[in-house]
């Protein structure tokens, strides 16, 4: 009988994070989440993990660490003794980048290569996975963005990712580590932090709906992204895992819609006109703003038989459905559980 794979998830209580976490679960493997340590439960992704009987919870395990604690992370990897890596964690706001800069760098880009580290100097092989991104490609050289595309950040968050996709290639090449980078564009879910701007769309579509809200405030409606699903793409990230080598690909829709479209949609579900409830803050503008993104997916349709299912419209009606069955769960008195 063949022994059961271990995988380590950073990251595991973000969206990506639990949408991986029940995507191994469900193909038999022993999952371990690294937690930050907290007064308040962060946990509420996994709900389901625990509360559905279709999961094995036995397999499931979180550890208290954190990506600024190197000497932790390597007594839990020697502990574990994972299989597979999967390094999702980071400070992921772009907005919030500008604000706390030397933040984001130290975890999105720092804590990089003490994971990195603390799996060479524990002396294990692991196959390693590294959430990159399309903000890489920020002030877009080509379009659409594929792997070959030149980076060019335009954000403290971009410019730590880029980092860590290139250390993550140096490791590769210089010691063998099976590791790959999954370029992910814009992906999204009932899942996605409040704070992101589909999330934000979709959940005050349901607040104003309800007559919870009166207002929302938004930065750049002309900025266009390339939208996904992220219980999809997290299948992709799965698949580079399993291929012989490991390599970066480009994970994305080939579409790209503005945030004018996404209230258009998001209105719309709810039979709202946007024009009458949204105005332009621009406190919201980012110091140095991408315009466009639209990725390239056809090595990763090529190599590993990946391509996105959802469609842009099809994601943001299933958000706003979401957000409204959770205010009117909340309306009624029944406990709050993410979808």
Known sequence: MAAIKKALITGVTGQDGSYLAELLLEKGYEVHGIIRRASTFNTSRLEGIYSDPHYPKHNFHLHYGDLSDGSNLARLLGKIQPDEVYNLAAQSHVRVSFDAPEYTTDITATGTIRLLEAIREVGIKPRFYQASSSEMFGLVQEVPQKETTPFYPRSPYGCAKVYSYWITVNYRESYGLHASNGILFNHESPRRGETF?????TRAAAHIKLGLQDKLFMGNLDAKRDWGYAKEYVEAMWLMVQQPEGD?????????????????????????????????????????????????YSKAKAK????????????????????????????????????
């Open 197 to 201: 701007v589909t999330r934000k769309i």
């Open 248 to 296: 970066d690909y480009v994970v994305a829709t080939h579409e790209t819609h503005s945030i004018r479209e996404c209230l258009d949609v998001a209105f719309a579900r709810v039979g709202l006109d946007w024009h009458k409830y949204v105005e332009v803050d621009p406190r919201y503008y980012r110091p140095a703003e991408v315009e466009l993104l639209i990725g390239d």
């Open 304 to 339: 590993l038989g990946w391509e996105p299912k959802t469609k842009f419209k099809e994601l943001i009606d299933l958000m706003v459905d979401a957000d409204v069955k959770i205010l009117q769960d909340q309306l009624s008195g029944k406990v709050r559980r993410q979808d």
